[in-house]
């Protein structure tokens, strides 16, 4: 067998290599009662009562590819909740990108809302707050939403965030023009589901109706097609069949995904960081002028 060959088996065994079983690739971050996973360890909810909520995060470490889980969010009056499901590379100066799905009184959408925090910067970068997806897609809430996070290395486009596969968020990497961009730290991926009423629903002034309760938010059909993290960068970016996204064909959005991110930001769009010059005094960041895709 040839080095390359090692090498490309090596690197192959470094992922896909997850058993869509959550009770063999996470473990529950914190309180174990909130949690149940079904007997095939197929589908994990978490629940959300006056004593607590709850978390998941996966056994491994992830640097580039793409993640998928299907969601379903806590259905009816879901004001004060806020499901969490993110990257995060726990480090001192850590990087993460979050879904926070922000929970609304009986018939008002969701919001979702994006974040993305670079070297554990004090002002987190919100991108892109967008109707319920289920509104978008006319999916009703007791069915599951996809919510995809793709994650490249060195191209153009580089963190996505996608809803039933269609791009609501780019961030692209504009690292060689002095914009930070998360590239370096393996990450894991965490959930959660907790009380956020202070601030997660009109501000605050919708507060969790505990007599609604408890919240359950439900976790199914994850796919991990990434780099599990082995302590060394090089196999994760090394030029072979198995690492797709160092694929030039990945480098940017299709001319389809392109016209379904400028329809989401045209009608779900409602709050956009980069058009916020009063919360920077007019000294938008450097990224904000230069390409999205």
């Known amino acids: 067998m040839s080095i390359l060959s090692s090498l490309e088996s090596l690197i192959t065994k470094w992922f896909r290599c997850f058993n869509r079983d959550f009770n063999k690739d996470f473990f529950v971050t914190w309180s174990p009662s909130h949690v149940n996973t079904s007997a095939d360890g197929r589908t994990r909810s978490m629940k959300l009562d006056q004593e607590s909520g709850a978390g998941f995060a996966s056994n491994q470490m992830f640097l580039f590819g793409q993640i998928d889980m299907q969601i379903k969010l806590v259905p009816g009056d879901s004001a004060g909740t806020v499901v969490a499901y993110y990257l995060t590379s726990d480090q001192p100066n850590r990087d993460e990108v979050d879904f926070e799905f922000l929970g609304n009184v009986a018939g008002k959408p969701y ?53 039933d596969w269609v791009p609501i968020r780019v961030y692209r990497n504009h690292a060689d023009k002095g914009v930070a961009f998360p590239r370096w730290q393996p990450m894991s991926i965490k959930t959660s589901l907790w009380n956020g009423d202070s601030w997660a629903t009109r501000g605050g002034k919708d507060k969790t109706d505990w007599s609604k309760g408890p919240f359950i938010a439900s976790f199914r059909n994850y796919k991990i097609d990434a780099c599990v993290w082995k302590g060394n960068a090089r196999f994760c970016r090394a030029e072979s069949p198995t690492n797709w996204w160092n694929k030039n064909k990945f480098s940017t959005l299709t001319k389809t995904q392109r016209r ?25 960041p450097k990224e904000c002028s230069l390409p999205k895709y």
Do not use: E
């Open 111 to 163: 919001i979702l809302q994006t974040n993305i925090l670079l070297m554990d910067r004090a002002t987190v970068k919100r991108g892109l707050i967008c109707g319920l997806i289920q509104q978008r897609t006319s999916i009703p809430i007791q069915y599951y939403g996809t919510f995809t996070k793709l994650c490249k290395p060195s191209f153009k486009l580089a963190d996505q965030f996608m809803v």
């Open 260 to 284: 379904l991110f400028k329809w989401v930001r045209k009608h779900h769009m409602i709050y956009d960081y980069c058009q916020d010059k009063q919360r920077f005094q007019g000294n938008l």
